[in-house]
């Protein structure tokens, strides 16, 4: 196998922590993404945005259904 290897990245919402935020976060803790449910995830392959899709759950894990492939 090659080093050559792609970067995939999925963003389903994004938040801001200070560190002092991020210092004081413990097990459990929940983090209000700055996202709306109905909003897409995005797809980035070695960092430019490929597709949108939506979060699904197949067989109890987390998924992208694409939707949509950004040119």
Known sequence: MTGDRNQLRIDF??????????????TGNVIQLETRVDDLAEVYVNGHLFARG????ADGKLGVRVSELVK
Do not use: D, N
């Open 54 to 57: 939506e979060a699904v759950v």
């Open 13 to 26: 919402g994004r938040r801001w922590l200070t560190p002092q935020e991020l210092a004081a976060l413990e």
